[in-house]
């Protein structure tokens, strides 16, 4: 039973970190906590369902199809609901509404679109194979999603790290107005790094709509708390800190369900949070103190 | 100054507290204080006896049937297949004019999103309209215990069609259901499968967070309990959890004979997909209450779901007359089948206009009556009559997946 | 029936909703007020709300005291909470006390199961409760509150609580305890919060764990953000009228939701800092004494 739910524990961790990254991009980068992020993830989810029903496209396809689709409206909730106040110096508590108001509405839309109803990905759409070793089950999707999710974090990982785009999301990061004095597209960068986490959103969306057949207009909401308990655990804006988090999250849902109680499940996920901020007041891989204009 | 300050504070709230007191005291008696909202509360139905008085023993060119239901947020799944059973009988009873040459039922619907305020508000905004003859809904458990005593304070009739839980009805003389309690469902289903399976130990898993579903597993317990049947462990999950496969590893290393599950259809056929997936062999039968009585569920469950039992209400699959002239409509009206929320909705949209055409008024306390009265109705749900706790009296089901699809379960 | 009496029988609960809500505004005002985002209100709120409806039930206490205890109670609870999280800042405070909110929720949850007591309801909730509130003594707390709010800016407190919001390490070197005084605006925040839950729950007569969840806690902070945190009157702007905004959209039945959040993104955009601004007060006032 240990090595099973040691495998569950891998496999919700990179759950967890697939819809975490997106989130902590757009802090890193804008210093915004965008809480319309789980409203992009369940568009994407429902934009590959689209592209598999009523388009017959493949699911090969319509994954990247439905990551571009949540990246344009990345950028389209940027211009409508951050970007002015960007320009009237709001502050950040503005953008958090504006971001809550946001997510009401794309909700909302969706509903409206949708219907209430719960639906899933047809069951042909990716091949049902179990793999067994020694008593120990895993799917070809969990390993399939583990894979992307894998490429997905290391790729992240290079663009801001190893490209000039990262560069300039790093400068825009770290001073927005000195980043423009650089000669750095401000306006420009920023609306990258929400198309960005809008398609990571999506990507998200579709994958874990293939593994929990659960796609409804209100699939970001449960997913939302986990988000941000990764994103704070691992460190606001810290690419390797969201997995980090994601990971140190899914071992402590699995273990304590499986070796105390699955009454005291999130007690102890929660428990956990205190106390690693307690020790570590910027999360794991936060850096102190990082002050934002 | 800071202590000052305090000190002003503390005193300022100690005299505010004071003086609600006292202005508790104004008012006659703690017990009296309904009263304290009497205008709302007396004077709707007056209204509403007067405008009969002057008609005689005939009824209005139209009469309001008032649905507070979940038509937004997570629990408008619910909400709106609700909306649908009761349009559909709206339309029937027009159509047949059943209630008399011209007179016409009209619905107004007031959504209360899940939040058991907006039911209050809802409820408050509907007591206060004296065209309002009758309140449907509201369609979760939480909102009934918040909205109803609203309406039994009022002097207006309830009809519930999907509050499964206990205490419903006991609000008052005015709350009525159509959907028949967990209590009265879930023991015959242990005791079928018992007897058909051979059941000895079983293990249980149940939403904890969810009124419904702890509701459910209370009534669970209770009956495994009464049959003699081990329970090897209680997991539990949250409300929007998608992955179990925590909880099923530890079922599986305890090999029970069945696992019995108190949760809302998506999340069951979810347990079900990862169940399989982890190797539990397909031998070991999933046990579910009315949350598993959804087409939802082999529909994302798949082969995952062939096998599972549910005890119900209703099913499509009913063997009942009007059940399947009922389903017919249904599906001429939104071509899909119906759910058991659709068909309990519906069966209180009909019980409601029965009540009022046998009152023959649209006074409160004549339908009230009129309900009470309502014995061997001929429903979907099957013989339908109100019992002495105004809850609903028909044969429950037991209901197993068989080719993608619940029937009738024959061991 | 006279328009006001029509009025008041369909509206009356959402006024008093909308009063408690005000309460909320408040409680979160002090943290804002003081630079601190704390998520814990709903969780204080919870907490206010069980303890004074179980002390209703359970030993007859009169409205008052049942209010009083609950608030105490939740003021209590939140100084052991204040004592490690107010090292922590922004973000990290926010999700810190969501979580506690969340861990609020889950002991209701499991209280009388581990407790083998039969007090909370877990998740069935806690219903029968007597209805107590009426909109006389929610008003009046809110008056005397209100008094107080005017005091307390005056005040010595008042002005730490601001010039640690501006800088707090300025408002060190002038030689306030910084620490003492955030614990006193999240003490005060939490002691409001709790009455505010214990009127909520004697008027909704029903007190279930899903009330005090992650959403309670970001609609408590939209009503301050939305009013504006510069002015303690914002708040209670903010939550009357997000309170009154989605029964006053009835009439658009399935589009309510949309419209309700379009208005939300656009009063923020174009008044970022709240509907009430200070600086507008100023302004009247510097024109009047110019002219």
Redesign the interface.
């Not at chain 1, 593994?211 to 659960?214: D, G, K, L, Q, Y």
């Not at chain 2, 038509?71 to 997570?74: F, K």
């Given at each position: 039973?240990f090595w099973?739910?040691v495998v569950?524990?891998i496999?919700?961790g990179a759950?967890y970190s697939l819809f975490a990254l997106g989130y902590t991009l757009i802090f890193g980068v804008l210093g915004i906590l965008n809480l319309a992020h789980p409203s992009l993830y369940m568009w994407g989810a429902f934009i590959g369902l689209v592209c598999v029903t009523t388009l017959h496209l493949p699911i090969w396809l319509a994954l990247p199809v439905a990551m571009l689709g949540s990246g344009i409206l990345g950028i389209l909730l940027d211009r409508i609901a951050f970007k002015p106040l960007r320009a009237r110096h709001a502050p950040h508590l503005a953008t958090l509404i504006s971001s809550i108001g946001a997510s009401i509405v794309l909700v909302?839309i969706a509903?409206g679109i949708f219907?209430?109803?719960?639906s899933?990905f047809p069951?042909d759409i990716f091949p049902v194979h179990?793999f067994?070793f020694g008593g120990v089950?895993v799917?070809l999707l969990q390993l399939t999603i583990l894979g992307i999710s894998l490429v997905i974090m290391v790729a992240l990982r290079w663009l801001i790290m190893g490209t000039r785009q990262g560069q300039a999301m790093r400068a825009v990061a770290y001073n927005t107005v000195t980043a423009a004095r650089l000669g750095i597209p401000v306006d420009q960068i920023i609306m990258q790094t929400f198309f960005i986490a809008g398609a990571l959103a999506g990507a998200a969306g579709v994958l874990?709509g293939l593994?929990?057949?659960?796609i409804?207009p209100?699939m970001g909401?449960?997913m939302n708390l986990k988000g941000l308990t990764v994103i704070v655990l691992g460190g606001l804006g810290n690419i390797e800190g969201a997995v980090i988090g994601g990971f140190i999250l899914a071992f402590s849902?699995?273990m304590s369900?499986?070796y105390l109680s699955?009454?005291l499940?999130?007690a102890v996920s929660f428990v956990l949070l205190l106390i690693i901020l307690l020790v570590r007041p910027n999360g794991l891989l936060g850096h102190s103190s990082t002050k934002r204009a | 100054?800071?202590k000052?300050?305090?000190t002003?504070?503390v005193l300022?709230?100690l005299?505010?507290?004071?003086?609600?007191?006292c202005?508790?005291a104004t008012t006659p008696a703690?017990t009296a204080?309904?009263v304290?909202?009497a205008?709302?509360a007396t004077?709707?139905p007056a209204a509403a006896t007067e405008a009969p008085a002057v008609a005689a023993s005939n009824l209005p060119a139209e009469i309001t049937l008032a649905a507070v239901h979940d038509?937004?947020?997570?629990t408008?799944?619910y909400?709106?297949a609700i909306q649908k059973g009761i349009d559909l009988a709206a339309k029937q009873i027009n159509e047949q004019k059943f209630l008399g040459e011209g007179i016409t039922l009209k619905i107004i619907?007031?959504?209360a999103?899940g939040d058991?305020?907006?039911a209050?508000?809802a409820y408050?905004?509907l007591?206060?309209?004296p065209d309002v003859a009758v309140i449907l809904g509201p369609t979760l458990?939480?909102e009934a215990?918040?909205a109803d005593?609203l309406a039994q304070e009022a002097g207006m009739p309830v009809i519930a069609s999907s509050n499964t839980?206990s205490?419903i009805t006991e609000i008052g003389d005015f709350i009525f259901r159509t959907s028949l309690p967990e209590s009265a469902v879930i023991p015959n289903t242990i005791k079928v499968t018992k007897a058909a399976l051979g059941l000895t130990k079983v293990a249980v898993m149940y939403?904890?967070?969810?009124?419904f579903?702890?509701?459910g597993y209370d009534v669970f317990k209770a009956a495994l309990e009464a049959e003699g049947i081990e329970i090897l462990t209680e997991?539990?999950?949250?409300?929007?959890?998608?992955?179990f496969?925590?909880?099923l590893?530890?079922i599986?290393?305890l090999a029970p004979d069945a696992i019995v599950v108190s949760a809302l259809a998506?999340e069951a056929?979810?347990i079900m997909?990862q169940a399989r997936?982890?190797?539990i062999p397909e031998t070991i039968r999933f046990i579910g209450g009315n949350g598993f009585n959804s087409p939802?569920l082999a529909?994302?469950?798949?082969t995952a779901a062939e096998g599972a039992i549910s005890g119900a209400a209703w099913n499509v699959a009913s063997t009942v007359p009007a059940s399947a002239t009922f389903v017919e409509a249904f599906n001429a009206e939104y071509g899909a089948n119906p759910d058991q929320f659709a068909t309990q909705a519906y069966t209180a949209a009909w019980v409601a206009a029965l009540a009022i055409k046998n009152a023959d008024s649209v006074d409160h306390a004549a339908i009230r009556d009129a309900l009470t009265q309502i014995t061997d109705f001929e429903s979907p749900l099957g013989m339908f009559s109100f019992d002495a706790n105004r809850d609903p009296i028909h044969e429950p089901v037991v209901l197993a997946v068989t080719n993608g699809a619940f029937d009738v379960f024959k061991p | 029936?006279n328009v006001f009496?029509?009025f008041?029988?369909?509206?009356?609960?959402?006024v008093q909703?909308a009063l408690i809500n005000m309460l909320l505004g408040i409680s979160i005002y002090f943290t804002l007020y003081t630079g601190l985002l704390s998520l814990a209100n709903a969780g204080f709120m919870g907490i206010g709300a069980y303890v004074s409806a179980v002390l209703t039930i359970h030993a007859g206490t009169?409205?008052?005291v049942s209010?009083?205890a609950g608030a105490l109670s939740a003021a209590l609870i939140g100084w052991l909470l204040g004592l490690p999280v107010l090292r922590l800042r922004e973000i990290y405070l926010a999700i810190a006390t969501l979580g506690f909110g969340e861990i609020v929720?889950?002991t209701a949850?499991?209280f009388d199961?581990f407790s083998g007591l039969n007090l909370l309801g877990?998740?069935?909730?806690l219903?029968?409760i007597?209805?107590?509130t009426?909109p006389?003594?929610l008003l009046?707390?809110l008056i005397?509150l209100s008094?107080?709010l005017v005091?307390?800016h005056k005040?010595?407190?008042?002005r730490?609580l601001a010039a640690i919001r501006r800088d707090e390490s300025v408002a060190a070197t002038m030689g306030i305890d910084v620490y003492q005084y955030k614990m006193?605006a999240f003490v005060?925040g939490a002691f409001v919060a709790g009455l505010a839950g214990g009127f909520s729950a004697h008027l909704?007569?029903?007190v279930?764990?899903?009330?005090f969840s992650f959403n309670a806690a970001v609609n408590i902070l939209a009503f301050a953000v939305l009013g504006g945190t510069l002015h303690w009157s914002g708040a209670m702007v903010g939550a009357a009228i997000l309170t009154v905004l989605?029964?006053a959209l009835?009439f658009m039945?399935?589009y309510?939701?949309v419209v309700n959040g379009v208005i939300m993104v656009l009063v923020i955009i174009y008044l970022p800092h709240g509907l009430i601004n200070p600086k507008w007060f100023q302004r009247v006032f510097s024109k009047r004494r110019a002219q």
């Open positions: 039973m099973q739910q569950n524990a496999w919700l759950v909302n509903q219907g209430a109803e719960v899933r069951f179990v067994n089950s799917t874990l593994a929990f057949n659960s409804s209100f909401g449960p849902e699995v369900v499986a699955s009454d499940r999130d | 100054m800071k000052t300050s305090l002003v504070f300022l709230m005299i505010s507290i004071l003086v609600t007191a202005g508790g703690p204080e309904p304290g909202e205008p709302a004077e709707a038509l937004s947020g997570a408008a799944l909400g709106t619907y007031e959504d999103a058991p305020k907006q209050i508000a408050e905004k007591i206060a309209n458990s939480n215990k918040s005593p839980a205490g939403g904890n967070d969810d009124a579903t702890q509701s997991e539990t999950f949250a409300k929007g959890d998608t992955d496969s925590a909880q590893t530890k599986q290393s998506e056929a979810n997909v997936t982890l190797g939802k529909e994302i469950a798949g | 029936m009496s029509e008041w029988a369909t509206y009356s609960s959402v909703f009169p409205l008052p209010l009083l929720r889950i949850v499991n199961k877990g998740a069935q909730g219903s029968g007597p209805k107590l009426t006389g003594a009046f707390v005397i008094i107080f005091q307390f005040s010595r407190a008042g730490a006193l005060l909704t007569r029903f279930g764990p899903t009330d989605p029964e009835r039945k399935e309510r939701g």
